[in-house]
């Protein structure tokens, strides 16, 4: 067999075990932005269901810290300023959605608190369709979340009480079910696959925001069709440390239409099983990184809904990830669709991670050892 004929055949596996990925292989019509009040909508012609969005995950409530520099060992710093906002991976994905004109849902667990009370209050300040959870005699997530003023880089001091663990049981297939995306994260891995096995039964797409290895996460990869994790995940799952081989081999194991790794402000590397596609971020007025993933993942699910290629997802979720560092808070600096759209245009690109002639080769070596023959 000629080498061109088993690329011919690993794009028909592709296209077979992953049907559903489709838009990748081709452009939608993109009519028009549209003003409105909030500069949020585009136009397209969307096939009627009864939600855009579900996300099944985390809430927190965090208290956001300035300081003027990171404190080191035995040491005293007056802090710039406190507040209390809100977050969670999960959640402020989906708020993003919400907010660039998506029907969504959230499902998430909370303890019966005043900082539950204030994630409640949030959604329904937002407009999103919450299904709550409520632990009866503990705490809901919280965050301490320091913020080195001179960098806009952050460290996460979190809590999360076990009996605000979403489980199995919790959930109810009709939340999932008229979706076109579901959104989970990678910490309550039973409950999240429980969601994503109802998605699959229902043509619903899934998409995977993971940073750590969490107990029983390889099961729920299993049912994953976007994976898009940490820049460190895939070492962790995999044991490789470049990114170049370790997205590839999440690929292969779990069979996900497109495997990626955020990378701050160098973007993202995707995998599809034939090719790397490299997106470099944007520069912009960094003052807080915290819920940059989140946006992303909230953008790239926007992006999957609006029938887009993979290359605009990805530069859509890079522009929309890197206007929310401009302010503060996970949820601070949300954009509208009107500012991702300028940035998208006039931004200035960071630096690539790779060259294409690395990417090319990679490439041409992860489809070798697919095919079990060099190229």
Aim: glycine letters at 10%.
């Amino acid at each position: 067999m000629s080498i061109l004929v088993k690329i011919l055949s690993l794009s028909i596996a592709l296209s077979v075990s992953c049907p559903r990925n489709a838009l990748f292989w081709g452009r939608v019509n993109f009519l028009a932005l549209v003003r409105t009040p909030e500069d949020n909508y585009l136009v397209q012609d969307l096939q009627s269901s009864h939600v855009d969005v579900v996300g099944v995950g985390i809430n927190a409530t965090d208290t956001v810290i300035r300081l003027p520099n990171f404190p080191a060992l035995d040491s005293k710093v007056e802090i710039l300023s406190a507040e209390r906002r809100s977050g969670g991976q999960t959640a402020s994905a989906i708020a993003a959605c919400q907010r660039w004109g998506l029907r969504t849902r959230y499902v998430g667990k909370i303890g019966d608190d005043e900082a539950g009370r204030f994630q409640q209050a949030e959604m329904a300040r937002e407009g999103v369709d919450a299904h709550w959870l409520v632990a009866p005699g503990c705490m809901s997530q919280t965050a301490f979340i320091l913020v080195d003023e001179k960098s806009g880089e952050r460290t996460v001091l979190w809590k999360r009480d076990r009996q605000i663990v979403l489980r199995p049981e919790d959930l109810r297939p009709d939340w999932i079910a008229g979706a076109r995306v579901l959104l989970i994260d990678g910490h309550d891995t039973a409950a999240s696959t429980q969601a994503a096995k109802w998605a699959r039964e229902a043509g619903t797409l899934v998409l995977g925001d993971f940073d750590n290895r969490y107990p029983g996460v390889e099961e729920l990869l299993e049912y994953v069709d976007f994976a898009i994790t940490s820049k460190d995940f895939p070492a962790r799952l995999t044991g490789e440390q470049n990114l170049l081989k370790s997205l590839p081999k999440m690929h292969a194991q779990f069979k996900c239409c497109l495997t990626g790794a955020t990378m701050g402000r160098l973007g993202v590397l995707v995998w599809n099983g034939l090719r790397f596609h490299l997106c470099p971020g944007f520069r912009v007025r960094t003052v807080d990184t915290t819920g940059a993933g989140d946006v992303f993942h909230g953008a790239f699910a926007y992006g999957i809904v609006r029938g887009w290629p993979a290359g605009e997802i990805l530069e859509f979720s890079c522009a929309a990830a890197g206007l929310n560092c401009e302010g503060r808070g996970a949820r601070g600096g949300i954009a509208t669709l009107i500012e991702i759209d300028r940035l998208r245009r006039r931004g200035e690109r960071s630096e690539r991670a790779y060259t294409d002639e690395e990417l090319a080769e990679a490439s041409r070596a992860a489809v070798s050892a697919s095919l079990g023959t060099p190229i």
